[in-house]
Nanobody, 124 residues
């Protein structure tokens, strides 16, 4: 069992940056594949980025490649999402998720644990 708590969301102008953090409880954090998802109003939850336990394998949605970077600190039980060059279409609630398994996957149904989400709003 793992509990996830996101932080770092807020209001930013287009072109700006934000860094999201996700703090995880539990002693086995390092064994989880971690992901970030987002959900805009009226839309389905969508994949943003994911990283395996060692950080050696990552995946990104095409819409964020080159702008967002996922990283993790297993000693601190924390995963991060650095978001640069933000656009109004990045506005959404961002969720941290964890899955038991080694593969870096992008499906919502592949993840076992979810945080409560943090709002990111990008103004034009």
């Amino acid at each position: 069992q793992v509990q996830l708590v996101e932080s770092g969301g807020g209001l930013v102008q287009a072109g700006g940056s934000l860094r999201l953090s996700c703090a995880a409880s539990g002693r086995t954090f390092s064994s989880y594949t971690m992901g970030w998802f987002r959900q805009a109003p009226g839309k389905e939850r969508e994949f943003v980025a994911a990283m395996n336990w060692s950080g050696g394998s990552t995946d990104y949605a095409d819409s964020v490649k080159g702008r967002f970077t996922i990283s993790r600190n297993n000693a601190a039980n924390t995963v991060y999402l650095q978001m640069n060059s933000l656009k109004p279409e990045d506005t959404a609630v961002y969720y941290c998720a964890a899955r038991v398994g080694l593969r870096v996957l992008s499906g919502v149904d592949e993840y076992d644990y979810w945080g409560q989400g943090t709002q990111v709003t990008v103004s034009s």
